[in-house]
């Protein structure tokens, strides 16, 4: 992943997966020249100040530099009506892309673990998620020229802890992650280990599910990535597809062109199948979420965007 002198920026909560990122990006590329990122999201101020404590102190003792970065989390989400959760996502990626560029660096690391990995995939599950079923991605471009790296996904949080109290290194413990008002929450305190329970092995199995999704998932890409270079799309090449490729190339077509990756505003089904009609001049515009616009002109299908 790393040649061993690059500059790294490090998403750092001072809890226990990302204070082991750190150990283990230090210990396995020591030249790394690594900045730690700290996200105050204004949400918890009597646990944040000792959060910053073990930030500054890893950071001396690591020989790295920080950044203390707050967050309008609350007055975000409310703006944007999406989530507390969405908006800090949001936020932070769009700082660590910004401060990425700013600095130069072409890496961005995140403490993800094979536990949010299978969180993730259940939460994309109870969404009806087809095309995302696959867990957290390995990694993520957030620009032309930065990429976000996940090099804990094969780690459960207990290996994690293990490690972590086995040589001593004190950590935080965010008192949110245990609050089952969060979806997220609610699949790892009740149904992981109702899960575990039953079948002992489940781990194993549902990785090799999402291994399988994930290559399924990028033979379709594959199969469909010359109708999606350019911005519009053409109609009589996509129209002659089966229904389901159809589908599959608009979905990818809209992910690609619009910010829908970055959005609550989710592309459902329905808007899909708006979508497809128009190859079959059914009607000549759609409206979908986001601001966004498709119109059928002159054998293409345009977007357009509405602020």
């Given at each position: 992943?790393?040649n061993?002198?690059?500059?790294?920026?490090?998403?750092?909560?001072?809890g226990?997966d990302s204070?082991?990122l750190?150990?283990?990006?230090?210990?396995?590329?020591?030249?790394?020249?690594?900045?730690?990122?700290?996200?105050?999201h204004?949400?918890?101020?009597?646990?944040?100040?000792?959060?910053?404590k073990?930030?500054?102190?890893?950071?001396k003792?690591?020989n790295?530099?920080y950044?203390?970065?707050?967050?309008?989390?609350?007055?975000y989400?409310?703006?944007?009506?999406?989530?507390?959760?969405?908006?800090?996502r949001?936020?932070?990626?769009r700082?660590?892309?910004?401060?990425?560029?700013?600095?130069?660096?072409?890496?961005?690391?995140?403490?993800?673990?094979?536990?949010?990995?299978?969180?993730?995939f259940?939460?994309?599950?109870?969404?009806?998620?087809?095309?995302?079923?696959?867990?957290i991605?390995?990694?993520?471009?957030?620009?032309?020229?930065?990429?976000?790296?996940?090099?804990l996904?094969?780690l459960?949080?207990q290996?994690?802890?293990?490690?972590?109290?086995?040589?001593?290194?004190?950590?935080?413990?965010?008192?949110?992650?245990?609050d089952?008002?969060?979806?997220?929450?609610k699949?790892?305190?009740?149904?992981?280990?109702?899960?575990?329970?039953i079948?002992?092995?489940?781990r194993?199995?549902?990785?090799?599910t999402?291994?399988?999704?994930q290559?399924?998932?990028?033979?379709?890409?594959?199969?469909?990535?010359?109708?999606?270079?350019?911005?519009d799309?053409?109609?009589?090449?996509?129209?002659?597809?089966?229904?389901?490729?159809?589908?599959?190339?608009?979905?990818?077509?809209l992910?690609?062109?619009?910010?829908f990756?970055?959005?609550?505003?989710?592309?459902?089904?329905?808007?899909i199948?708006?979508?497809?009609?128009?190859?079959?001049?059914?009607?000549?515009?759609?409206?979908?979420?986001?601001?966004?616009?498709?119109?059928?002109?002159?054998?293409?299908?345009?977007?357009?965007?509405?602020?």
């Amino acid at each position: 992943m790393f040649n061993g002198s690059e500059t790294v920026l490090c998403s750092f909560s001072a809890g226990p997966d990302s204070v082991y990122l750190l150990h283990h990006l230090k210990e396995k590329w020591p030249k790394l020249n690594i900045t730690l990122i700290y996200f105050d999201h204004g949400l918890r101020d009597d646990e944040v100040g000792f959060e910053k404590k073990l930030t500054r102190d890893y950071a001396k003792l690591f020989n790295c530099s920080y950044r203390i970065k707050k967050l309008p989390v609350k007055a975000y989400s409310e703006k944007n009506a999406c989530s507390i959760e969405t908006a800090g996502r949001q936020l932070r990626r769009r700082f660590l892309t910004h401060y990425a560029h700013f600095k130069g660096c072409t890496h961005v690391v995140t403490a993800h673990h094979q536990d949010d990995h299978f969180e993730t995939f259940f939460l994309q599950l109870l969404r009806g998620s087809q095309s995302g079923l696959q867990g957290i991605k390995q990694q993520t471009f957030l620009s032309s020229t930065v990429t976000l790296y996940r090099p804990l996904l094969h780690l459960s949080k207990q290996e994690i802890l293990q490690v972590l109290d086995s040589r001593k290194l004190p950590y935080s413990i965010d008192s949110t992650n245990t609050d089952t008002i969060y979806t997220r929450n609610k699949i790892r305190q009740t149904l992981m280990p109702v899960l575990a329970e039953i079948e002992p092995a489940f781990r194993r199995q549902l990785e090799k599910t999402i291994v399988y999704q994930q290559h399924l998932q990028s033979e379709l890409d594959a199969s469909i990535a010359s109708y999606i270079q350019q911005q519009d799309l053409n109609q009589n090449e996509v129209k002659l597809l089966p229904e389901f490729l159809q589908k599959h190339t608009i979905l990818r077509w809209l992910q690609k062109w619009t910010d829908f990756k970055d959005s609550d505003k989710h592309i459902q089904a329905v808007h899909i199948e708006n979508v497809r009609q128009l190859l079959f001049k059914a009607r000549s515009k759609v409206q979908i979420p986001g601001g966004y616009v498709v119109q059928a002109k002159q054998g293409k299908l345009t977007l357009l965007f509405f602020s």
